[in-house]
């Protein structure tokens, strides 16, 4: 179920496609290495971290809070993958699962701290970003761990559906699918909807908001936590700064990606598909950019202006269709 | 004379709703004009075009008999026209001399605030106008009727020629309101052009020269002054049609044990011993002012507010929920909200999901799974049992009219199948057609053996529907009716228990209870 | 509420007041040199940056909104002073007046397009972040101006004793605005806009305005501290900023500026800026790794949400 529906014409999610699609063709005729096999297995790897990211800041956006924490949370529970299996000596058979549980722990607390001081979810999870960040730097001294054990390094290099499609990618896939069928066929997700979009109402006719914000904000710290491991797998190690300084470099992603999907800010609209879109056309802009010669700081500015035309354009469709009295 | 303000004509629409259609309005200097009409009926609307905050659509406004704009606020505020609105718009923190002067606050030589000037010129309008409140206190700590004065004042401030109130007394004490009405009588004397804003009658015979009527955004009466306006015409001209669905009120006799009993019950917000009681089959009106606590009582059978002392009891299990969640999901109490933008339905999101929002653990499979043909299946019937029609349940909730808005949240409680059903100002801005709807549902949901417990304070509205009505004043039950179903004698007996008990707790008040504002 | 609101006013600056008194006489008797007159003066240029950083973020929180792009802000205020000095050798006080208001420039687009938009602050100036960083970056090519002229240098290390020069501006600008929003109109109409937004209307404050007016003050500021910290860093790096959201909305909430707008503490905000510094300061003379400090500040931010957070039952939402 997509709630937003453009009249009659092309949904979202499909517009997003095509779009991504005209530009990866674009790119392709400036530059044909654009479509070569390398190219291709890495822009799906790139596809698979976004999408992820995206998810971890969607599943918090339905029921209309943010986390800050997406990144910090993500190189954490990497980091704590890293040093289980190179230091601690764990099966990563174990270590995976243990720092997936950390994420959802970290986005736990948040949603915890959330719903009992009543304060909004901006400056819980910020407050949660340096603590875990700093946590993570003063525990592991700032170094990486490189040594991830070798049934993990072959599962990275895997390539499915001959040779073109990577395991990564696939979990990325997997991931959104999940997500999609809990929020867009389970009473859970409707429920999360009816609270973001109003959460008054939705305490009203009996919805028990309270534990539904813990959830989401738990959920959004295991799908950080998924998209770190994603990452350490794609790097072939954990490191520190692979999402930058506090996980930083996450953010912007993260928010750019489910909101060209139509995702709303103010809760209660949450696309999967959409946010598919989202992180296809994100990541082709930037590995299409990128490969003709666009340097990355410029990447991150035309990033920034698209995010706001995205809101600024959903902003001004919204005044337009808004029913007054 | 001519008038200092009138409109011409006045139409606006919001949507496919037209809102007020052709309204023709006058204000002299020193009279006081009542403005009257149901709920829904275009007032608010009205005042709003006097008052620069909405544009008309057509028509026009006359400012000393020459055709004027009012684009913004500002510009009504500069030629003199000023609102207090229901709702208050102070700002806690200030003092009450900031909040009268704001943007006028005096200056020292050095060019900074003059705190003690601010309060020397505020004590003196305070003292002109007989409003006794110290202008150097926070308006967070003042009643809501002190917060109200101090609105007034703020309005009165430099030059007001016409003064428009919004409901002032809907949250007032009669003693309150009548300290209001000597103030406003004062004004008029002064030469203010007074328009009052209400669908209380007998204030209105009270305090005001001449009426005019609004009744489903037209003028159906026009500056007629009340000495030569019977009670009877003008309740017929505000009501319509709907006084006729008010004679056919029928209250039962309803035996049995209760649903829900209330024994002593105080609470956290200052109720003090309740004792209430909703039968299967019964519509139990709870009336009383805006302010008195029904709300806020309804919130403790919820389990929204914290019980203090009494007991509250249910048919199959002792009370209260400990929440909200529990109440609807284990007692099976529905709840339609008097606050409909805000708690009642979500207005962006599907008509659907609106309807099932109570229900979707009961319409889930096993595992929570939802289809969306589970839920059509669901909400099919009593969507077509309210009469509401819509093409496509996936549009959102905001493109329905007010009226099929409220269908819609009291459909979401169909859909739940409650056993005791609680209604808070169910018909509020709803039009009249709507209106008759949704009374045939709270009475056919209790020919079903549905307990109803309505809040009004639309004294007919409770006259129409309950089968017994407990009068409610100043957080405590003062009185418990057996419905007659005759509007005069009945208003009469509530106004009756209310006036005792004010003037009991006026004498011997000690405290105020603290209070919601719910407005 | 509003009492407890305002008691939290008076009893957030005490109890950091304390906090303050402790610490720095735990230091002092350290005896790791924390008295020193250098050590004093490291402590105020310190201060004086953070002060800068928290005013720019407490100007928007008094109208209850977010300005994100401090930092970047800030760097764009470092390497537009920084490249105007030493590429085309424009005079220090032109260059970083160019600078200050260049920052202005920054924060009247986020104004303007929360005022066009109605859009929420936190997702424009997430826009204009990567944006102002972004075009930082390009820029300069991720390298600092390093030949800045010696007069600017000068400011940057100049100091009376334990008092570095760079903290006289600090100080005006901080008794600057408990004098604007203590005794000002304007002032008072920005704390009216934040504490209800739609009564500052109706009672004809000129909302648009005031938020248009928080969003420059607010640039203006975060300029400025860009151009103090690269005095400081004797360098114009394009990195400045890039630490700060944290502190920025740290000393204001320390010190009980609320969240949700119309409460601000200028005093409690200096006070939370002191702690802050005090901490770092202290970490400094003790040698612990400097990621402990993030912890602490980060620790130290969400006891204060915790423990003044309000624990009654209500119809209040929090997500």
Known sequence: MSTWRLKGRLSLPAILFCLAGAFAAAFALLSPEFLNRANLISLQRSVAVELIIGLAQLAVLAIGGVNIAVGATGVAAAMAAGWLMQEAGTAWLLALPAALLLGTAIGATSGYVVVRTRTNSFIITLTMTTIVFGAMVVATKATGFNRLPTDLTAFARLRLAGGYVTPLFAIALLASGLVFLVLNRTVTGREILMTGANPRAAHASGIATRKLVVFCHAASGLLAAIAGIVLMLRNNAAIPSMAGNLGQEWLLSSFIIPILGGASLFGGRASVAGCIGGALLFAVLRSGLLTSGINDFLLQMIFGLLLLATVVAGQMAAARDEWRG | ?519 | MNTMAIQHLQRQPLALAGLLLAGVLFMLLSGRGFGSTYNLYVLLAGFSITMLVALSQLIVLAIGQTNLATGSIGALGAIIAGGLMQELGVAPFWSCSAAVVAGGLAGAVNGVVVNLTRLNSFIVTLATFAIYRGLVYAVTEAQPYYGLPEGFKEFGIARWGAVPVMFVPVVLILVGLIVFFGRMRFGRAVLATGANQQGARLGLLPVAGVVLFCHVLSGLLAALAGIVTAARLQSAWPTVGDTWLLTSFAAPILGGTALSGGKVSVVGAALGVAVIALAENALILYAVDPYWFQLAIGALLFGTVVATATGSRGTEFAR
């Open chain 2, 1 to 519: 004379m001519s008038a200092v303000l009138a409109g011409r004509g006045l139409t606006r629409s919001f949507g496919a709703f037209r809102a007020l259609d052709a309204a023709d309005i006058e204000l002299q200097a020193g009279r006081i004009h009542a403005l009257m009409g149901e709920n829904g009926a275009g007032k608010s609307t009205l005042i709003k075009l006097l008052g620069g905050i909405y544009q008309p659509d057509a028509g026009k406004i006359l400012i000393d008999g020459h055709p004027s704009l009012l684009p913004s606020p500002k510009v009504a505020a500069r030629t003199g026209i000023r609102i207090v609105h229901q709702e208050r718009h102070l700002i806690p923190d200030f003092s009450v001399a900031e909040n009268i002067l704001l943007n006028e606050m005096p200056l020292t030589r050095s060019g900074l605030i003059d705190f003690s000037a601010a309060n020397r010129i505020a004590e003196k309008l305070l003292d002109r106008l007989g409003i006794g409140i110290a202008p150097h206190r926070d308006v967070a700590t003042l009643s809501a009727a002190q917060q109200q004065q101090v609105e007034i004042a703020r309005v009165l401030h430099g030059t007001s020629r016409v003064v428009i109130l919004d409901e002032p007394t809907a949250s007032l004490t009669p003693v309150e309101a009548d300290q209001l009405f000597t103030l406003l009588r004062k004004l008029a004397a002064a030469g203010v052009a007074i328009l009052f804003v209400s669908h209380k009658i007998d204030e209105v015979y009270a305090l005001c020269e001449m009426a005019t009527v609004l009744r489903d955004g037209r003028v159906v009466e026009r500056a007629r002054p009340l000495s030569e306006f019977p009670v009877d015409d003008l309740v017929k001209a505000m009501v319509g049609r709907s006084i006729e669905a008010g004679r056919r009120a029928s209250p039962r006799h309803v035996a049995g044990p209760p649903l829900v009993e209330l024994a002593g019950v105080a609470t956290e917000l200052g109720h003090k011993g309740i004792d209430l009681a909703v039968r299967p089959g019964e519509i139990h009106g709870l009336y009383g002012l805006v302010g008195s606590g029904r709300t806020e009582l309804a919130h403790a059978v919820l389990g929204d507010v914290k019980v203090t002392a009494g007991s509250i009891v249910f048919a199959e299990r002792d009370g209260p929920p400990e929440s909200v969640t529990e109440a609807v999901r284990h007692f099976r109490i529905g709840h339609v909200s008097e606050d409909r933008k805000r708690e009642g339905l979500a207005l962006d999101q599907p008509i659907r999901a609106n309807a099932c929002a109570a229900a979707w653990r009961r319409i889930a499979s096993r595992w929570g799974w939802v289809e969306r043909q589970n839920e059509e299946d669901a909400v099919a019937g009593p969507l077509r049992e309210l009469d509401l029609t819509t093409s496509d349940l996936s549009l959102a909730a905001a493109t329905l009219s007010g009226g099929n808005q409220q269908k819609v949240s009291v459909a979401k409680w169909l859909v739940a199948d409650p056993r005791l059903m609680i209604f808070d100002e169910p018909t509020i801005g709803v039009d009249v057609a709507a209106k008759e709807t949704l009374h045939r549902h709270i009475r056919k949901l209790a020919e079903d053996g549905c307990g109803v417990l309505l809040i009004s304070s639309d004294l007919a509205e409770v006259i129409t529907l309950s089968d017994r009505i407990s009068i409610m004043s100043n957080f405590r039950i003062v009185g418990l009716l057996e419905n007659s179903g005759d509007y005069a004698d009945m208003s009469v007996r509530a106004m009756r228990a209310i006036q005792a008990a004010t003037a009991w707790s006026s004498a011997s008040w000690s405290h105020q209870p603290h209070r919601e504002e719910h407005s």
